[in-house]
């Protein structure tokens, strides 16, 4: 099985930006589709961002155009780079491996890091 480790994730102003990256062990890298989840507290938890094995990419509305998930496959590392952050940014933010399916959102892969938290304040 894949093991994911997040970092990135810190406390930053409005208006700020933080990359989060997702390292991953194991062989099988490539062929899986990523994703990017957050949960504030006492909220659900949410689909950020997905990319695809082949490098497709697609983002929840209210990221869309703030944030950009992209993956390198020869480092196993996928990115979630996060500009114009807004407090109701703040989150644990989860790397998640072994996502299916092509309608947004797709259901979660099984693979989870611990998360990173992200805290968006003044």
């Known amino acids: 099985q894949v093991q994911l480790v997040e970092s990135g994730g810190g406390l930053v102003q409005p208006g700020g930006s933080l990359r989060l990256s997702c390292a991953a062990s194991g062989k099988y890298f490539s062929i899986y589709d990523m994703g990017w989840y957050r949960q504030a507290p006492g909220k659900q938890r949410e689909l950020v961002a997905t990319i695809t094995r082949g490098g497709s990419t697609n983002y929840a509305d209210s990221v869309t155009v703030r944030f950009t998930i992209s993956r390198d496959n020869t480092k196993n590392t996928v990115y979630l780079q996060m500009n114009s952050l807004k407090p109701e940014d703040t989150a644990v933010y989860y790397c998640?491996?072994?996502?299916?399916?092509?309608?947004?959102?797709?259901?979660?892969?099984?693979?989870w890091g611990q998360g990173t938290q992200v805290t968006v304040s003044s």
């Open positions: 998640n491996a072994g996502l299916h399916g092509s309608n947004w959102p797709p259901p979660p892969g099984p693979h």
